[in-house]
């Protein structure tokens, strides 16, 4: 077998775990308000159970509510009215073979009273600063028998969490919630037994995990998870703070489970795009202890297989790769592992704010029952889709999978259609596993592909199709402004499609997700690079962490950024912008690049009315023009055909 030590047994104190492939706690907001397990909670969590996971660790579940929840919609446990719903939820894990854990949680100062009603506490009076969440209040200090209440509550929660029939608990104590907050200096200054040296700082997560311990008796799987390290501070929690932690709790526990936060430069780096970056923290860790280390972070069954031959974790959680894919264990068991649907690293679930996860890539996450599902068609239909993007590619590999007939028009001499040029700029290589992904599901489905086709209506006509899906995309937004049609003027799609040339000075107008990578990727290639944006923000388009990254790539860039301007007039010599101010300003340059996003190309929709097939339109061509939305429409014409 390929993935010998992946999928070999392991024990986690009493606890047998049939492989070494665990999903870490990931919130989905698939809560009730209350914060109460629903059927879309139970779907989601089965299917990455079904999928093959050894180990699946229910999302940080609130041991205080309202005071320590950090977004509505999140699962609570602080309370008898969640046990019956958590006591479904481990069973549908457990059905599957896999062993069900639960991480309890307080999210501390990252908790808003604008959620909660609360004021949020902390072990000092010092707001969370705008990193990976916006900046937070100050929260109230905890006071010596405040934390032990709060260590009460673990306890409690605890004991509930057993009495659900879970396998096993973790403690949070990673990232920047309540018991991380105690372990790092940055956020505790406390002069009493709680602050100062790491066995002061460490003494409240001792103390909830010797109370939970005594409470669940010492052959139930208890662990934790830490921070290796805080990233991007000098007064943060460190590795040598981690492992002094590590080997104070190794006889309490029977499992460390190594994350990592980060601030400034590193607010990203729990979610890492660098496949196997935290990998580390866990070796360095596992030199300190005797219990399995669970390590993360954009692991693949590659990296994990090697990581555990080399020692240096012994159990694989796999996050964003198994929401995007929950079958990803039993596919890497199989051996295909070209049929794991890849992870982009895209940011859109976490991006949702106080609202349900979704996923760029899979668009069926905890959401059976919503109508959509795949099943054999009750008619076979012979289908033209024309465009071969990411929504008709979808389109064509579902309604395949149902057993229509299914013929693929692209124009290009490849498939991917905008994922090729969104896989373009800087550290956008992350998309192309995804066109290989789709491109090779349909040559598996056996779709007819035709590549170089522009597809004409009286050709199309000629198929003599029961139905045709336009999933042509989208054309640049060209305004109507004074010398627009000038040649020094180009789309972005002109550089990134066609690989136009530009001057060396280069004036991009939109600060959209496309202007700033198109920038960043001009800057890249010498150019001198000037970006006008009518808003007050870059990126608009993206979600906070995607926006986030971008920024902190382009932020210390010789990129000059003039906001809430708007192009008057374009010249052979450069453009003419005017600022909320009513300021004129003329910036002088060779070539303009226009990036105001796209709008649908859809003319051949209206020239197919009144035929006898039925037409359908998705993805850019729609409207839209993210991959999440292209996926997901493909998906859903694709069930519903
Ligand atoms: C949508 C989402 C929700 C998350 N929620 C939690 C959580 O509830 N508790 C936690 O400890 N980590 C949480 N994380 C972090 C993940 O457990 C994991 O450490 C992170 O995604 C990195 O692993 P990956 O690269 O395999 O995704 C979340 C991550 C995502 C993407
Ligand atoms: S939304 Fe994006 S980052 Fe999240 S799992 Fe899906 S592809 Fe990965």
Known sequence: MKFERLFQQVNIGVMSVKNRIAMPPMGTGFATKEGLVTEQTLDYYEARARGGAGLVIVECTCVDFPRGIHALHRLVIHDDSAVPGLTRLAQVIKKHGARAGIQLHHAGRIARSKVTGLQPVAPSAIRHPAASYPQGEVPHELTASEISDIVDLFTAAASRAKRAGFDGIEIHAAHAYLLAEFLSPFCNKRHDSYGGGIENRA???IEVLKSVRKSVGDDYPLWYRINGREYGLEDGFTLDDAKAVAQMLNSTVDAIHVSAWGYGRSALANCPDKPGALL?????????????VIAVGRLTPELGEQAIEQGKADIIAFGRELIADPELPNKA????LEDIRPCIACFH???VGGSSIACSVNAVIGSKGNGYEVKPAERIKRIAIIGGGPAGMEAARILSLRGHKVVLFEREALLGGQLNLAALPPHKERINPLISYLSTQLKKLDVEIRLNVEA???YIKSLKPDAVILATGGVPLVPQIPGIGLKNVVTALDILTHGVETGRRVVIIGGGSTGCETAELLFEGGKEVTVVERRPQLAFDMGFRDRLRLSLRIKDLPITFVMNAICEEITKDGVTVSTELDKKQFISTDTIVLALGMKPNNTLFSLMQGEEFETHLIGDCRGGG????AI???????CAL
């Open 203 to 205: 003494r409240m997560l």
């Open 456 to 458: 004409h209506l009286e």
């Open 626 to 629: 993210k991959i999440c939305e």
């Open 632 to 638: 997901n429409d493909g998906f859903k014409l694709g």
């Open 333 to 336: 068991l199989g051996g295909s």
């Open 349 to 351: 679930c976490h991006d």
């Open 280 to 292: 580390p923290l866990a070796e360095e860790i596992k030199k300190v202890v005797t219990v399995p």
